[in-house]
């Protein structure tokens, strides 16, 4: 917080690859020759735009800081396979530039080994989270998605982050490549998880127990889906400590 006025927090990588996509202008020359060029300043002007918009749903002085991902993702290191499949995806030309013009043009935060998710989820208690990532309803807090502006700012409060979880838990993730567990999806999910809160991490374990996978492997899956809050990381010395189910 700033005199007491919410920080608006930012997941800065979605305008950040926007912007950088939006500028890419494909050309012709011939029925052979293409070429594929960037305009810096016109991926400026687009991610400017994209944060003036979210800017313009909240008061003047709020003040705003731009969380961006950094490298070496720490979920690798338990699941090399996380976001592998996104490898082979080409960046855009002026992503690297861009971040760069943009983390000395604004307020902005990046430590290594972190996502940009989970720096919103760290500093979650000093404003609001501003994200279209749905993982983000695993951090209890405030929450803004952009995308649906109208729904205003919405509270998540901690036993349906803790719903959330292990619903992505069970669910998995095919966008960041990690399975969840097999054969369970949405419907299948929210029926195994109409328990008292504290019964869900149980029935999580018991579901994967009955696909054959074992405890340590289901951990790792719930540790895939867990966007980091303040019990997980401690920012000032960059310590990581995996989450561990508490009634069990």
């Known amino acids: 917080m700033t005199e007491d006025l919410p920080l608006l927090l930012i997941d800065a990588d979605v305008p950040l690859y926007k912007?950088?996509?939006?500028?890419?202008?494909?050309?012709?020359w011939d029925d052979d020759l293409?070429?594929?060029?960037?305009?810096?300043?016109?991926?400026?002007?687009?991610f400017e735009q994209e944060i003036e918009a979210i800017r313009a749903e909240f008061p003047d002085d709020f003040p705003i800081l731009l969380c961006f991902s950094?490298?070496?993702?720490?979920?690798?290191?338990?699941?090399?396979?996380?976001?592998?499949n996104r490898k082979k995806n080409r960046k855009p030309i002026v992503l690297s530039p861009l971040k760069e013009w943009a983390m000395k043009t604004y307020d902005s935060k990046v430590v290594d080994t972190l996502e940009a998710d989970d720096l919103l989820g760290l500093l979650s208690e000093e404003g609001i989270m501003i994200s279209v990532d749905k993982d983000l309803k695993t951090v209890a807090g405030l929450h803004f998605n952009p995308n649906y502006p109208e729904d205003g700012i919405t509270e998540?409060?901690?036993?349906?982050?803790?719903?959330?979880?292990?619903?992505?838990?069970?669910c998995g993730?095919?966008?960041?490549?990690?399975?969840?567990?097999?054969?369970?999806?949405p419907k299948t999910a929210a029926k195994i998880?109409?328990?008292?809160?504290?019964?869900m991490w149980v029935a999580v374990l018991e579901t994967f127990a009955s696909k054959g996978i074992e405890y340590d492997e289901a951990l790792v899956q719930a540790?895939?889906?867990?966007?980091?809050r303040g019990s997980d990381y401690i920012l000032s010395s960059n310590t990581l400590k995996l989450w561990k189910p508490a009634n069990v």
Not at 34 to 46: N, P, Q, R
Not at 223 to 228: K, S
């Open 19 to 28: 912007a950088s996509f939006a500028s890419e202008i494909e050309t012709e």
């Open 34 to 46: 293409w070429t594929l060029h960037s305009d810096l300043g016109t991926a400026k002007e687009i």
């Open 70 to 84: 950094g490298s070496n993702n720490w979920r690798n290191t338990i699941y090399p396979e996380y976001k592998a």
């Open 156 to 170: 998540i409060t901690p036993e349906y982050a803790h719903y959330n979880h292990m619903f992505q838990t069970l």
């Open 173 to 185: 993730d095919s966008t960041d490549g990690y399975k969840g567990c097999p054969s369970v999806g």
């Open 193 to 199: 998880l109409d328990v008292p809160t504290e019964d």
């Open 223 to 228: 540790r895939l889906a867990r966007i980091l």
